[in-house]
């Protein structure tokens, strides 16, 4: 994400996988788990990190956000 960082690890063992992910500007989250093994061709992970960057986005772009141009609640 341009001016943004995004902080992420994914990993796997047998039978699992995990992604854990944030924004520390705006304030986002992400932790996501499957009872799936990882495979080379998943999507798993990619879509998690896709998940992430559509969420700090829209954190960064809400009203009052960090790129909002409105304040909410109004004064």
């Known amino acids: 994400m341009r001016d943004r960082d995004l902080c992420f690890h994914s990993g796997g063992t047998r039978g699992f996988?995990?992604?854990?992910?944030?924004?520390?500007?705006?304030?986002?989250?992400?932790?996501?788990?499957?009872n799936t093994r990882p495979t080379p061709t998943g999507r798993f992970?990619?879509?998690?990190?896709?998940?992430?960057?559509s969420q700090a986005l829209a954190q960064a772009y809400r009203p009052g956000g960090l790129l909002g141009a409105a304040r909410w609640p109004p004064r």
């Not at 996988?17 to 705006?26: E, K, L, Q, R, V």
């Not at 992970?45 to 960057?53: D, P, T």
């Open 45 to 53: 992970v990619l879509n998690a990190y896709l998940l992430l960057r």
């Open 17 to 34: 996988t995990a992604f854990i992910g944030f924004c520390p500007d705006p304030v986002t989250a992400v932790v996501a788990l499957t």
